[in-house]
Every structure is written in structure tokens, then in C-alpha cells.
T-cell receptor
Framework: DAMVIQNPRYQVTQFGKPVTLSCSQT?????MYWYQQKSSQAPKLLFH???????NEADTPDNFQSRRPNTSFCFLDIRSPGLGDAAMYLC?????????????FGAGSRLTVL | EDQVTQSPEALRLQEGESSSLNCSYT??????LFWYRQDPGKGPEFLFT???AGEEKEKERLKATLTKKESFLHITAPKPEDSATYLC??????????FGKGTRLHILP
């Protein structure tokens, strides 16, 4: 089945220790998104790519970086995680249509910072 | 200022008790408004896209409607398996999609 796979599902790290979360897709979608979701809060858009065209949200901290080496893969790097970065990180993909972009989400990566 | 506001934050209903969830939005140039369902510990799952005022879409016990300023998700005769968080999202002119905080729905048997 075509899908969006996130790894790892659960990540525990220490304060300040870099973390990389990965996302892969078999849908051949040209748009990929990273969202941060904290408990009982809205998913917050961090970045999105249209092909290799990178779009950073103005309020995304510099501590968060992203890479998209090819259509299928996208990575989220957190350079120095703080306690406030503990959250679920959701990757989503979409084809860009003339209408609206329906998102297909992965299962998420839950980050714990000790 | 939030672009997408959902209400209520949480809703408890008895099985079979119909109700509606609200999503109000303030974006201009709406390309689409979406409803997603999210179960605990999982990624959101797509339900509907609405494009223009007056549009309605249905799926099983759910019906979504859209006006120029808000959308409603009507749930008719809900069952316990309908318990989840329901998220509303909007897309403006580009690829950016903004979500509301969601409504946590709990259906009691």
C-alpha cells in the first residue's frame, strides 16, 4: 500500500543532544510537510517543500532544520532539543492540485526530551 | 490572531445523540477547507474537502457544510467508535495548510 512512513515512532533524547526524524513516502507526492503537535494543541506547521523548493514558517525556531534529498524522503533535524520541543512530529504529503491539497499523514514520531 | 478556531474544545454525547462541531476561519482567498479525524497517538486521517460556500459532503454519520466564514461537521446518531479528535484546516493561495486545535469528541455507550 502506498503510504507515509515515519521513523522512529518514539524517540527519547537528552537535553541538547541532536535528533533526526525521518519521513518516507511511496505516493510520489511533490509536497511534503512537517508539523509539530503538542498535547491538545493544533498541529503547527514548521516547514513545507514543493519539490525541492523549501518554505520555512516565520516562527519556526532556528533550532529546527529540514532536508529533502529526493522526492521520497524528508528529514527533520533538531539541533539542540529543549524541554519545550517534546511533542509529536507529524510528516504529511500531498500532490499539488489546482484545487486543494489533501494531506496524507504518517503515524508520527513522539519525541521525549529528558 | 488564530486563523482557524474550533468549538467546542470538547464534547461528550450519549450514543445516538446528534450534534454539530464548528470551525470558523478568517483567511481570504480560501482554496479549500478540510476536516480530519485524529485518534490518540496517530496521525490525522482525511475526511472531507469543501471548496465554496453552500457546499455539503457526507460520509456515513458525518456531514460537512461550508459558509463564507465557518464550517460545521454534523454527526448524526453517533456511535462510540466515532470518538476521536476532529480537526479543521484551511488552505489559502499557496501550499500552506493551517489547522485548528480540534474538538475532542467522546461518545458514551
Amino acid at each position: 500500500d502506498a503510504m507515509v512512513i515515519q521513523n522512529p515512532r518514539y524517540q527519547v533524547t537528552q537535553f541538547g543532544k541532536p535528533v533526526t526524524l525521518s519521513c518516507s513516502q511511496t505516493l510520489n507526492h511533490n509536497v511534503m510537510y512537517w508539523y509539530q503537535q503538542k498535547s491538545s494543541q493544533a498541529p503547527k506547521l514548521l516547514f513545507h517543500y514543493y519539490d525541492k523548493d523549501f518554505n520555512n514558517e516565520a516562527d519556526t525556531p532556528d533550532n529546527f532544520q529540514s532536508r529533502r534529498p529526493n522526492t521520497s524522503f524528508c528529514f527533520l533535524d533538531i539541533r539542540s532539543p529543549g524541554l519545550g520541543d517534546a511533542a509529536m512530529y507529524l510528516c504529511a504529503t500531498s500532490a499539488r492540485y489546482s484545487g486543494a491539497n489533501v494531506l496524507t499523514f504518517g503515524a508520527g514520531s513522539r519525541l521525549t526530551v529528558l | 490572531e488564530d486563523q482557524v478556531t474550533q468549538s467546542p474544545e470538547a464534547l461528550r454525547l450519549q450514543e445516538g445523540e446528534s450534534s454539530s462541531l464548528n470551525c470558523s476561519y478568517t483567511v481570504s482567498g480560501l482554496r479549500g477547507l478540510f476536516w480530519y479525524r485524529q485518534d490518540p497517538g496517530k496521525g490525522p486521517e482525511f475526511l472531507f474537502t469543501l471548496y465554496s460556500a453552500g457546499e455539503e459532503k457526507e460520509k456515513e454519520r458525518l456531514k460537512a457544510t461550508l459558509t463564507k466564514k465557518e464550517s460545521f461537521l454534523h454527526i448524526t446518531a453517533p456511535k462510540p467508535e466515532d470518538s476521536a479528535t476532529y480537526l479543521c484546516a484551511v488552505q489559502e493561495r499557496d501550499d500552506k495548510i493551517i489547522f485548528g486545535k480540534g474538538t475532542r469528541l467522546h461518545i458514551l455507550p
